[in-house]
T-cell receptor, first 114, second 112 residues
Framework: DTEVTQTPKHLVMGMTNKKSLKCEQH?????MYWYKQKAKKPPELMFV???????INESVPSRFSPECPNSSLLNLHLHALQPEDSALYLC?????????????FGNGTRLTVT | TQLLEQSPQFLSIQEGENLTVYCNSS?????LQWYRQEPGEGPVLLVT?????EVKKLKRLTFQFGDARKDSSLHITAAQPGDTGLYLC????????????FGEGTQLTVNP
């Protein structure tokens, strides 16, 4: 079992829907990440939060809106998505943003946009 | 151009065979990590290497970091079907601060 919990595991939404992905960790990690992963491809970084502040936004379209309510929770709000946004969305955390610290990934939310 | 070139992209072998996966770059890395991802799950860290020339072993897996910290390899001895998965190298480029870059991945299938 992973120590980073993501909900829901699967999500199907229409292009006019609004939905949210949730991520939770209780390891005391202070950095949290959202990645997008297409099939058989590596994860692509979307956002990084460090000490609950957004520190990296990899030029992600505004239809994706991250939120970090506290040090244990990370949300990704979705609105007006496109079919090409269908992917596995992975949350990860690390103790900090130091260079050697590993990422702990959740099992992802499989998103399908119809 | 991909910062971390991983090869091969796909590898299908029989149980009991040995294999090596390579991760190469023209850049110097502060550290390099290897992850394995199984279907329906997130990547799981296998190892982190930080010192040039470092060799780490994890049961049948041997990881090596190049002397110049520009490349790494993963060698699996006597592969088993349970080794099947997507293997990802990921590194922190020395000049990038703490930004982690992933290679394209190697999809390994070990047939019984």
């Amino acid at each position: 079992d992973t120590e980073v919990t993501q909900t829901p595991k699967h999500l199907v939404m229409g292009m006019t829907n609004k939905k949210s992905l949730k991520c939770e960790q209780h390891m005391g990690h202070r950095a949290m990440y959202w990645y997008k992963q297409k099939a058989k491809k590596p994860p692509e970084l979307m956002f990084v939060y460090s000490y609950e502040k957004l520190s990296i936004n990899e030029s992600v379209p505004s239809r994706f809106s991250p939120e970090c309510p506290n040090s244990s929770l990370l949300n990704l709000h979705l609105h007006a998505l496109q079919p090409e946004d269908s992917a596995l969305y992975l949350c990860a955390s690390s103790q900090d943003r130091g260079p050697a610290l590993p990422l702990h990934f959740g099992n992802g939310t499989r998103l399908t946009v119809t | 151009t991909q910062l971390l070139e991983q090869s091969p992209q796909f590898l299908s072998i029989q149980e009991g065979e040995n294999l090596t996966v390579y991760c190469n770059s023209s850049s110097v890395f502060s550290s390099l990590q290897w992850y394995r991802q199984e279907p329906g799950e997130g990547p799981v860290l296998l190892v982190t290497v930080v010192t040039g020339g470092e060799v780490k072993k994890l049961k049948r897996l041997t990881f090596q970091f190049g002397d110049a910290r520009k490349d790494s390899s993963l060698h699996i001895t006597a592969a088993q079907p349970g080794d099947t998965g997507l293997y990802l190298c990921a590194g922190i480029e020395e000049t990038s601060g703490s930004r982690l870059t992933f290679g394209e991945g190697t999809q390994l299938t070990v047939n019984p």
